[in-house]
């Protein structure tokens, strides 16, 4: 696909020209990009999400590749990738989920081979959104000493792509597979140092991706209880409109709640990470666990009051639902999350343990000191 025709698509699928410059809303200005902050972003997402999970995936993916080249490309890299990254020129896609490296990123198999100038990649990675499109991917594997992060070009030899299976949500993310053999990549063309990828470089993406996904799940959230909301005054059952049953009433506030937490808390994570906060990183969690979580409750709660009418194929309310299963599974699980939030949670305890007993220390010391 050439760069014309990645425009060409990125265009139309994000609704507007205008709309293509929101590719390069995390690039940094000199290299073309918009440079917006974290809050700006997700609530790009979070209105993308609205109409269509899917595109907003494409941002989602395509960010977390601008980020991981300007934070750990070399200078060259940053001068050959941004700009087109930023124009939508090239779309970027991360290749790190294999067949037996899903939510445990360190099982993944594929192999770096090294040679003279550069590495031989041999391996197939899988899920790769927008992946029938982008035309460079960020690809791991694993050399014998190393793990690696490396960007791999669509016309790279060695580099065959083939469609995955369309998945029942997020079904227009243009899923593909990405077989490696004996494919060749020049040492120039990676990212940080190697031994890094795995715990860095991914860790930085997925920050990223979780914050992207929480805003786009706050998204389909609200449009989901928007949806519950309009049933419940237009269908009239039982001598009134669904929404003066009291069971229905507590369905529509369920669903309310979830969506305003996810508001609180994505744009809480939002403002940690673009204010450097100590704790930014168990706010995304948060975030992503909760707005993902508000979805489903909400879709839930939007196809419920439909009826048979939301049993319908390929209606909106059905598609709710199948999408928020989604943000469910990608850019680490629900129950993945629970866990690290655990940790996040038990991390902040101790800190405040340890800060409430400093004090007394101090008074204690200055005592001594006074007298
Ligand atoms: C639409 C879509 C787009 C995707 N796009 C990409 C992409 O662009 N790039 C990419 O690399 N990958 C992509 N993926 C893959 C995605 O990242 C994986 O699906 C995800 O990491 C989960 O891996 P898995 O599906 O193998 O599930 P598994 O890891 O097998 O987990 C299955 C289930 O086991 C449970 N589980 C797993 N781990 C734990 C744990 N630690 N504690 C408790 N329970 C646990 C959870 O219930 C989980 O849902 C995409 C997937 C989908 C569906």
Redesign the pocket.
């Known amino acids: 696909m050439t760069d014309n025709q990645n425009s060409d698509l990125a265009r139309e699928f994000l609704g507007s020209p205008a709309s293509a410059s929101v590719l390069g809303a995390l690039v940094p200005r000199e290299y073309g990009g918009l440079d917006l902050s974290h809050a700006d972003y997700g609530e790009i997402n979070r209105v993308v999400a609205e109409q269509s999970p899917s595109r907003q995936?494409l941002l989602t993916?395509h960010g977390m590749v601008c980020r991981t080249v300007a934070r750990w490309g070399s200078l060259p890299l940053r001068q050959e990738y941004l700009p087109r990254l930023a124009d939508g020129g090239m779309l970027g896609?991360?290749?790190?989920?294999e067949d037996v490296a899903?939510?445990?990123v360190r099982r993944i198999t594929t192999t770096a081979r090294e040679v003279p100038g550069g590495w031989v990649l041999d391996g197939r990675?899988r899920?790769?959104?927008f992946g029938q499109e982008a035309g460079v991917f960020l690809v791991f594997a694993r050399a014998p000493k190393h793990d690696l992060a490396l960007l791999v070009r669509r016309d790279n030899p060695g580099a065959y792509l083939q469609p995955a299976p369309r998945?029942s949500?997020?079904g227009d993310?243009r899923?593909a597979e990405l077989v490696l053999r004996d494919c060749r990549v020049d040492a120039d063309q990676l990212l940080g140092r190697p031994g890094a990828a795995l715990t860095h470089i991914v860790s930085d993406a997925l920050t990223l991706g979780r914050l992207c996904v929480a805003f786009g799940a706050w998204g389909l959230a609200g449009a989901a209880l928007s949806a519950a909301l309009q049933r419940s005054i237009e269908r009239h059952q039982f001598d009134g409109p669904l929404h003066r049953l009291q069971l229905v009433r507590g369905m529509l506030a369920d669903a309310a709640v979830a969506v305003d937490s996810a508001e609180l808390l994505c744009r809480q994570a939002a403002l940690a990470l673009d204010g450097r906060d100590e704790w930014a990183l168990g706010r995304i969690l948060t975030a992503k666990l909760a707005a993902s979580r508000a979805a489903t409750t909400a879709a839930a709660v939007a196809a419920q009051l439909h009826g048979a009418a939301g049993l319908v194929e390929g209606c909106a309310v059905d598609r709710y639902v199948r999408d928020a299963r989604?943000y469910e599974?990608?850019?680490g699980?629900?129950?993945?999350l629970q866990?690290l939030i655990a940790d996040q949670a038990l991390a902040r305890h101790r800190d405040r343990a340890a800060r409430a007993s400093a004090p007394s220390a101090l008074i204690l010391t200055g005592g001594h000191h006074a007298t």
């Open positions: 995936s993916v896609a991360f290749a790190l989920s899903g939510s445990d990675k899920w790769i959104t998945t949500g997020f993310a899923l989604v599974v990608i850019e699980n629900t129950q993945l866990d």
